[in-house]
DNA sequence: GGATCAATTGGACAGTGTCCAGTATAACTG
DNA sequence: CAGTTATACTGGACACTGTCCAATTGATCC
């Protein structure tokens, strides 16, 4: 599937069937395994059997494929139905945290450019958002404080995702209690703190 | 003092006077005025008036550099005295993590290195968690877990700091008043969770 | 005063992201 | 179905980046 062989299969012109999808998806491949120092437009374009350059015809920056990825990775968390949500509303709240968190662990590396970044604004990010505001708001936090509340939440999820990374001094599942033990505390207070 | 004029003044060999502090101290004003993406060993070389490689005789790696620069800044922020932490431990904790944050947030480019480099180990940031982890013992939270209670706290700190800067969609003041309130629900659940 | 160590420079190496000009293919239009 | 237009892709380059090696000079120590 690398196409290490055939180094030039394709002259200036000739399609070689790629989608920005498809850019996405090897782009996530490439940054699960050689992590976010190993995510090279070059080396992503070798992977696709590609010439560097065609990248830039289906993603415009390597800024705007890194969010895509970023993306593309919460669209994996699992949101609640309507109806878990109605029925106990911060058990949603902590699900999609949790789930988000989760997923998040297998990309440690993207969180940095998370941050730097201000926040993920694609499509399942805004998703997220906007279910868990609603959880909030059935939970009984007010309108205008649940904004706030999100904002926490989320910070506290990329935060503690952000320091999970396996090499670190701190083994992964301590860091995972931790953060549980955070989001307790954070909800608890949240609902209470009227 | 930038010596734009005189491009070449000195041969090899001879000395420029520069020193460690000398080159953090100047990294750390590139980088309040141009980011993290204006930090180049080169363009930081040029306002030292100074080659390229003769940083690499006072720090051995850009990483390292940015690591002193974080230590740097960190150093700057005043550490409660004994009689205050033992008079008002929690009072203390509040006062050391607002205080980072407040440093942190001139500096909002570094976080994302920060959070890369799992936490930072010089020894200004290794006082503050030792001093935080004796008022968090003062103030009634047991030693197994002090030491998640700072780790959540510095979680909490570095992310909206990371989440601050100015040119986001959210005003800082509007961060910090978040980071503030989430720091009460943290600190009021860690005392109490017992 | 002579030897040793550290700071500094010139120059280079191997990368990086990204742009510009072509070319061939696919899609659209009449 | 023919002709035009938009788009995917390549070759090749540009302007960078961090970092290493060898040579040279200044400071330091005995």
């Known amino acids: 599937m690398y196409s290490l062989s055939m180094p030039t299969a394709r002259g200036p012109g000739q399609r070689a069937g790629l989608d920005r999808a498809a850019v996405v998806a090897a782009a996530r ?3 699960t395994d050689a992590g976010y120092a190993g995510l090279t437009m070059r080396g992503l374009a070798r992977h696709l059997g590609v010439a560097p350059n065609a990248l830039y015809s ?4 390597k800024t705007e494929l890194v969010d895509l990825v970023l993306d593309d990775v919460l669209g994996e968390v699992t949101v609640p139905d309507e109806v ?3 029925r106990d509303p911060l058990a949603a709240v902590r699900s999609i945290m949790t ?3 989760d997923v998040l662990l297998e990309h440690t590396d993207l969180m940095p450019h998370f941050l730097a970044r201000q926040g ?3 499509d399942h990010a805004v998703r997220l958002g906007e279910v868990t505001l609603e959880a909030l708001a059935r939970a009984g936090v007010e309108a205008a ?3 706030e509340t999100l904002r926490v939440l989320i910070v506290t999820t990329v935060g503690f995702a952000a320091f999970a990374p ?3 001094p701190v083994p992964p599942d301590e860091i995972r209690a931790s953060y549980l033990r955070a989001l307790d505390w954070l909800l608890a207070s949240a609902v209470n703190d009227r």
Chains 1, 2 share one sequence.
């Open 166 to 168: 396996a090499g670190g």
């Open 29 to 31: 491949s490439v940054l």
């Open 120 to 122: 993920a604004r694609g």
């Open 99 to 101: 789930a988000s968190f």
């Open 145 to 147: 404080d649940a904004e």
């Open 58 to 61: 289906h993603v415009g920056d």
């Open 84 to 86: 878990s949500v109605h």
